[in-house]
């Protein structure tokens, strides 16, 4: 996202005059989600600035602070014991948005007594050729170029608060090594199908449809 990110932290960047963050700090608000947690590291005193304790947009925030890189996973293991959570909570990347209901997510999470779950966006992949639905080695039907929808990650999730356990202190981890140990000590590893709108900001061109993308979906 360089040159853009230079001089400031990607969840910053504007989209409809306001930093991506906050659109997705209001989302949370208006579904009654008032306790933030935000993991900074680089340039995070600008979003120390801007948000400070939350007051000012009527939720609590609180910040750990990532001495380097530790994955979206690893930060967890950052959490103090004053601020680790009593029941299932969300972590969200900070350069997407969605009209997600992010309180029926967690719902859904709880519902199903899920210890992790994922929220799943519909992907499209395109086979460019010919395409042989086979049983053994039998032809039972031929397409011309299909295409096919997979469930892919989205950059949210729920989680239960015993999952931290899974986080060594310090050291770095990504979601899917965390839910790989999940899934090795027996927990419940479950998906949501994201249905509603998403937009992820990862590359400059994204970046330039979000707008856009808040037109349609946020402003009313």
């Given amino acids: 996202m360089r040159p853009l990110t230079e001089k400031l932290p990607k969840p910053m960047l504007t989209v409809g005059e306001k930093p991506i963050l906050r659109i997705i700090i209001e989302s949370l608000k208006n579904v009654g989600i008032r306790k ?13 600035d801007y948000f400070k304790d939350g007051s000012d947009f009527n939720v609590q925030i609180d910040y ?3 001495p380097h890189p530790m994955g979206t996973a690893g930060s967890l293991g950052l959490i103090p014991e004053r601020l680790k959570p009593q029941s299932p909570f969300l972590v969200i990347n900070g350069d997407l948005l969605t009209t997600l209901n992010f309180k029926s ?3 859904f999470h709880s ?3 899920f210890d992790f779950t994922l929220c ?4 499209k992949v395109q086979v460019p050729f010919g395409y042989p639905v086979i049983e053994g080695d039998i032809v039972t039907e031929f397409k011309e170029k299909p295409t096919f929808t997979h469930l892919v990650n989205s950059g949210i ?5 015993e999952l931290i356990k899974y986080v060594a202190p310090n050291e770095y981890m990504d979601m899917p090594d965390l839910i790989k140990a999940a899934i090795e000590n027996g927990k419940r590893v479950g998906v949501f199908p994201l249905r509603e709108k998403f937009h992820e900001i990862g590359r400059p061109e994204s ?3 979000a707008e856009k993308f808040y037109a349609d979906h946020f402003r009313a």
């Fill in 64 to 66: 750990i602070q990532e």
């Fill in 105 to 107: 997510f967690r719902d």
């Fill in 111 to 113: 519902a199903a007594r």
């Fill in 157 to 161: 999730y729920c989680l239960s608060p």
């Fill in 207 to 209: 970046y330039s449809a």
């Fill in 120 to 123: 799943g966006r519909p992907y």
């Fill in 36 to 48: 933030i947690l935000i993991n900074i590291r680089y340039l995070g005193d600008i979003i120390q």
